[in-house]
Every structure is written in C-alpha cells, then in structure tokens.
C-alpha cells in the first residue's frame, strides 16, 4: 500500500526596508513643517495674506539639491519659492524671485542701485518699502525713495524712482530727476519683466534739456537674496 507523504518548504523571505520602496529613501524632510515656516516668514516679511505653500511630496535629505515650492495668495495669485537643501539634516534656505505673481523688493532695490550707480558720483541707497514682498497688480505703481544720488556728468540729483506694473505683470520704472541750475524735474525710463531686468537704451519723458539721459545696452541680472531656515 502506497503511503502519501506531505512536504512542505518553507522558502526564504527577504524583507527589504520600506524605505528602500519608495521614492522618499530613509532620510525624508519634513515638508509639512517646511510649508509652514515658509508660510509664516515670508507672511511676516511681506506683511501679506498667504493662503497656502505647496512643496513637493517626496523629498530626501540631501545636502546641495533645490526644488520648488508653490504659494498661493488671498483671495488669488500664485508666486514660486526657490528651496535649497544645505545639508542633510534638514537644514535649508529659500528665497522668493520676482515673478508675475510677487516682486522682491530687494531684489528691486539692488537692481536699481547698480542702474543709477552708473550716473552718480557715488553708490546711492534706495528703498522701495519696509516690507520684503509686494503682491504684482496690472496698473499698479508705487515710489521707490532714493539718496546720495548726485548726478557724476550733470548738476543735479536723482531724487526717486517711480515703478509701475502693466497688465501682463511687467515692471517698469522712471528715474525723477531734478536738475539743480534750472530746478526742473525730468523723468527717465527703464523696464524690467519680473524675473530679469532690462534697462532701457532711451529716455522717455524728458522735460528738461540740463537733465542727463542714460543709456545702456540690454542685459539680464538675477541678483538672490536667501534665508535659511533650519
């Protein structure tokens, strides 16, 4: 009589880290608490209503690497926030770039001083603002305050510069200067899109004939300005 044998096997099972499984690895960022330190700074420096900041899902810690995240305003508007990872352990800097969505003032500020630096006797101080941030509305315009602005090849000064935003989120801007033999005022003309600037090669406006008129050839400037977060 024929006797059945049951053999069972056990086969070898080879349990691999979860994390190994994902995109994420073993070392991921917190981006929840990213997302909202971003929201919080960026709404106190800018003085803004911020309704949201979106970063990616899925990222590891690694020291030297960028992505971007995405901020969404009250009650519309969208702008980008540029991260960099500076280490591996979490630690990371962002700057906001000007956009059709945001201006970076700072950006502004350091854009200007390199264009009017080019007609004064000295570096000029400009400030467009006590706030980092200002929301880009089409038919928008705001002045930008502007010292030890001395014309070098013309008697007078460059007293401020007034910015204006068209309707497709570019930025221009006039330098108001005011001449000091004839004590008139003249208007010159630069513009800038959000994410470059490029000055313009004739004046506009003039009205008056002492005033100097700058010109300068096109070229493209991303000056950063970063903050760290750890």
Same mark, same amino acid.
């Given at each position: 009589?024929?006797i059945a044998h049951s053999v069972r096997r056990r086969l070898p099972v080879y349990l691999l880290p979860l994390c190994?499984?994902?995109? @994420?690895? %073993?070392?991921?960022?917190?981006?929840? +608490?990213?997302?909202?330190?971003?929201?919080? =700074?960026?709404?106190?420096?800018?003085?803004?209503?911020?309704?949201?900041?979106? %970063?990616? #899902? +899925?990222?590891?810690?690694?020291?030297?690497?960028?992505?971007?995240?995405?901020?969404?305003?009250?009650?519309? *508007?969208?702008?980008?926030? =540029?991260?960099? =990872? #500076?280490? $591996?352990?979490?630690?990371? +800097?962002?700057?906001?770039?000007?956009?059709?969505?945001?201006?970076?003032?700072?950006?502004?500020?350091?854009?200007?001083?390199?264009?009017?630096?080019?007609?004064?006797?000295?570096?000029?101080?400009?400030? %467009? *603002?006590? $706030?980092?941030?200002? @929301?880009?509305?089409?038919?928008?315009s705001f002045d930008c305050q502007v010292k030890n602005a001395t014309l070098a090849k013309a008697k007078g000064l460059? #007293?401020? @510069?007034?910015?204006?935003?068209?309707?497709? *989120?570019?930025?221009?801007?006039?330098?108001?200067?005011?001449?000091?033999?004839?004590?008139?005022?003249?208007?010159?003309?630069?513009?800038?899109?959000?994410?470059?600037?490029?000055?313009?090669?004739?004046?506009?406006?003039?009205s008056s004939s002492e005033a100097s008129q700058p010109t300068s050839s096109p070229r493209r400037v991303r000056p950063?300005?970063?903050?760290?977060? $750890?």
């Open positions: 009589m024929a190994l499984l994902t995109l @994420v690895g %073993c070392n991921p960022l917190d981006v929840r +608490s990213l997302e909202a330190k971003l929201k919080t =700074q960026i709404q106190e420096q800018g003085n803004l209503n911020i309704k949201s900041v979106t %970063c990616p #899902e +899925s990222v590891s810690k690694e020291a030297g690497t960028s992505f971007q995240c995405e901020g969404a305003l009250e009650p519309d *508007g969208k702008f980008i926030i =540029q991260v960099k =990872q #500076e280490d $591996d352990k979490g630690q990371t +800097s962002w700057e906001v770039p000007n956009s059709k969505g945001m201006l970076n003032l700072a950006l502004l500020e350091t854009e200007l001083v390199k264009e009017i630096a080019k007609d004064t006797k000295v570096e000029p101080a400009v400030r %467009c *603002g006590s $706030d980092r941030y200002r @929301v880009n509305r089409p038919g928008d460059i #007293e401020k @510069v007034t910015v204006t935003i068209d309707t497709d *989120g570019n930025v221009a801007w006039q330098q108001i200067r005011r001449t000091a033999s004839a004590n008139a005022t003249a208007a010159t003309t630069a513009a800038a899109t959000p994410a470059a600037t490029t000055p313009a090669t004739s004046p506009d406006n003039a950063r300005v970063s903050n760290a977060l $750890d």
